[in-house]
């Protein structure tokens, strides 16, 4: 039996373990530098180019700020002249605000009227679904809003939707005729099929013409429900849609202090403001509520414009236009 080998003090002796490292010497690397700048060449060129494909298809300034769900292939600066949808873009598009870095606001009131409504009236049920109050204060402070009208509103309220016209503080819009759901169970609105949605709009758009010698470019949905096939309707028929980023939430409430709140507590510069001009009993404190509104709103430095205005923001070309692709 091998007997271990000892060091003089008795203990064994230690035994080593030698490790190569091998590495690149910085001459060699050199050598490669050259391909290392090719391949970083070749990607930064890639991106650069699909960057500018993407950019030039999407037609879109760079000096716009937008985010993902922004509207493709528009022409912006078409669309600031409020051109017909046709020369706009291929894609259908829904506005929710104007730019962010004015201090402007859009106060928009709908004025819904459906069959039911028009019942009502005849049955002496209601006596009127026109705020009077609400138009009286906003011509005496001089503050300017946008009306979206329904078809029906505009047959039962005839002189009065002509009287708004000549109006220069009030621009009017398309809320559709009869103010049905364009998609799904909307608020209970009663549904429609998509094969009626050009009708409801284009036959609102000659009582509007009618009414105002003007041709409206701006509509809104029923109870702001849409699909994908409802921007396209709307862009055939020849209107641009407009929703909201900030919800009153007046109607059939009589809380006067949340209304204000639900406003006040959540206007940003550009924002379109949504409320309604039937009066009681479905919006009962509205009209109460609209002036110290607009008094806050002032205070804070905001300036009332309508949403034409709004979206035109000359003197900053900022502008953000979503594109939708399902329901809200």
Request: charged residues 25%.
């Given at each position: 039996?091998?007997?271990?080998?000892?060091?003089?003090?008795?203990?064994?002796?230690?035994?080593?373990?030698?490790?190569?490292?091998?590495?690149?010497?910085?001459?060699?690397?050199?050598?490669?530098?050259?391909?290392?700048?090719?391949?970083?060449?070749?990607?930064?060129?890639?991106?650069?180019?699909?960057?500018?494909?993407?950019?030039?298809?999407?037609?879109?300034?760079?000096?716009?700020?937008?985010?993902?769900?922004?509207?493709?292939?528009?022409?912006?600066a078409?669309?600031?002249?409020?051109?017909?949808?046709?020369?706009?873009?291929?894609?259908?598009?829904?506005?929710?605000?104007?730019?962010?870095?004015?201090?402007?606001?859009?106060l928009?009131?709908?004025?819904?009227?459906?069959?039911?409504?028009?019942?009502?009236?005849?049955?002496?049920?209601?006596?009127?679904?026109?705020?009077?109050?609400?138009?009286?204060?906003?011509?005496?402070?001089?503050?300017?809003?946008?009306?979206?009208?329904?078809?029906?509103?505009?047959?039962?309220?005839?002189?009065?939707?002509?009287?708004?016209?000549?109006?220069?503080?009030?621009?009017?819009?398309?809320h559709?005729?009869?103010?049905?759901?364009?998609?799904?169970?909307?608020?209970?609105?009663?549904?429609?099929?998509?094969?009626?949605?050009?009708?409801?709009?284009?036959?609102?758009?000659?009582?509007?013409?009618?009414?105002?010698?003007?041709?409206?470019?701006?509509?809104?949905?029923?109870?702001?429900?849409?699909?994908?096939?409802?921007?396209?309707?709307?862009?055939?028929?020849?209107?641009?849609?407009?929703?909201?980023?900030?919800?009153?939430?007046?109607?059939?409430?009589?809380?006067?202090?949340a209304?204000?709140h639900?406003?006040?507590?959540h206007?940003?510069?550009?924002?379109?403001?949504?409320?309604?001009?039937?009066?009681?009993?479905?919006?009962?404190?509205?009209?109460?509520?609209?002036?110290?509104?607009?008094?806050?709103?002032?205070?804070?430095?905001?300036?009332f414009?309508?949403?034409?205005?709004?979206?035109?923001?000359?003197?900053?070309?900022?502008?953000?236009?979503?594109?939708?692709?399902v329901?809200?």
């Open positions: 039996m091998r007997r271990k080998k000892q060091s003089r003090n008795g203990s064994p002796t230690p035994r080593y373990l030698t490790i190569k490292i091998q590495y690149w010497p910085i001459p060699r690397l050199v050598l490669f530098s050259p391909l290392l700048v090719i391949l970083c060449y070749v990607l930064f060129s890639f991106v650069y180019s699909s960057l500018r494909a993407i950019e030039n298809r999407v037609a879109i300034p760079t000096t716009i700020r937008y985010s993902p769900e922004i509207a493709s292939s528009l022409q912006f078409k669309l600031l002249a409020m051109t017909p949808p046709k020369s706009l873009s291929k894609e259908p598009v829904i506005i929710f605000h104007g730019s962010r870095n004015r201090r402007e606001v859009a928009t009131f709908d004025a819904d009227m459906t069959y039911g409504m028009q019942e009502m009236l005849s049955s002496d049920e209601v006596q009127s679904f026109y705020d009077q109050d609400l138009i009286a204060y906003l011509t005496k402070d001089q503050v300017k809003a946008t009306l979206f009208l329904t078809g029906l509103w505009i047959e039962t309220y005839s002189d009065t939707a002509k009287e708004l016209a000549k109006n220069p503080l009030f621009e009017l819009a398309n559709s005729y009869s103010h049905k759901s364009f998609s799904g169970d909307c608020y209970g609105l009663g549904e429609m099929s998509d094969e009626e949605d050009k009708e409801e709009i284009t036959k609102t758009q000659t009582l509007l013409k009618d009414v105002s010698g003007k041709d409206t470019k701006l509509f809104r949905f029923p109870g702001g429900c849409y699909s994908q096939t409802d921007l396209v309707s709307a862009k055939k028929a020849g209107v641009i849609p407009v929703q909201w980023d900030v919800v009153a939430h007046d109607g059939f409430n009589d809380d006067g202090e209304i204000f639900n406003v006040v507590d206007v940003s510069n550009g924002s379109i403001i949504v409320m309604h001009m039937n009066g009681v009993p479905n919006e009962p404190q509205t009209a109460k509520v609209v002036p110290r509104i607009v008094e806050k709103l002032r205070a804070k430095g905001y300036t414009v309508t949403v034409s205005e709004l979206l035109k923001a000359k003197q900053t070309p900022e502008i953000i236009i979503y594109h939708s692709l329901s809200p």
